[in-house]
T-cell receptor
Framework: DGGITQSPKYLFRKEGQNVTLSCEQN?????MYWYRQDPGQGLRLIYY???????QKGDIAEGYSVSREKKESFPLTVTSAQKNPTAFYLC???????????FGDGTRLSIL | ELKVEQNPLFLSMQEGKNYTIYCNYS?????LYWYRQDPGKSLESLFV?????AVKQEGRLMASLDTKARLSTLHITAAVHDLSATYFC???????????FGKGTKLTVNP
């Protein structure tokens, strides 16, 4: 079955530590996205990529970094510069314009 | 800057009743999406509305889009408990494929 796989499901970060969230898709979608969701809030865009080896900052990119070396993979690193990383992180992909974004099951990140 | 507002943010209704969720947005856009999220889960695409006057229906849910009024509605007919979830609308920013989400409407359907 085609879909988006995020791992791990739960992640704990220590102070000063960088952590990387994995996102893999086998839908052959060109565009991929990372969102952050805080309790009672909508989703906010962190980074997005419309093609391999290219990505753009979203609305809240500070303290995060990404790479897009392969079409199917779009990992997100939460750096120590992100002072409030506790949130639910969702990865999505889409075929392009006029198509809905398809979401993974999310990673819940907490601070130790 | 595109802003998306949903109301109500919380909705408690009885089974069998009808209700409408509203999604207003601040700048011109021709593409609007509705998603459903169950607690602790991911988002599931419900509807894609791509033009003025678009209407889509699936089961007890019907979505419409009025681009001139910058308004979309999600109408629930004869609600059942299984519809309990949080519903988000998302509006595309100026052909960019980037979405701006509303804060969501948490719907609880009581027996």
């Amino acid at each position: 079955d085609g879909g988006i796989t995020q791992s791990p499901k739960y992640l704990f970060r220590k102070e000063g530590q960088n952590v990387t969230l994995s996102c893999e898709q086998n839908l052959n979608h060109d565009a991929m996205y990372w969102y952050r969701q805080d309790p009672g809030q909508g989703l906010r865009l962190i980074y997005y990529s419309q093609i391999v080896n290219d990505f753009q900052k979203g609305d809240i990119a500070e303290g995060y970094s990404v790479s897009r070396e392969k079409k199917e993979s779009f990992p997100l690193t939460v750096t120590s510069a992100q002072k409030n990383p506790t949130a639910f992180y969702l990865c999505a992909s889409s075929l392009g314009a006029w198509e809905p974004q398809h979401f993974g099951d999310g990673t819940r990140l907490s601070i130790l | 800057e595109l802003k998306v507002e949903q109301n109500p943010l919380f909705l408690s209704m009885q089974e069998g009743k009808n209700y409408t969720i509203y999604c207003n947005y601040s700048t011109t856009s021709d593409r609007l999406y509705w998603y459903r999220q169950d607690p602790g889960k991911s988002l599931e695409s419900l509807f894609v509305l791509l033009s003025n006057g678009a209407v889509k229906q699936e089961g007890r849910l019907m979505a419409s889009l009025d681009t001139k009024a910058r308004l979309s509605t999600l109408h629930i007919t004869a609600a059942v408990h299984d519809l309990s979830a949080t519903y988000f609308c998302a509006v595309e920013r100026g052909g960019s494929e980037k979405l701006v989400f509303g804060k969501g409407t948490k719907l609880t359907v009581n027996p």
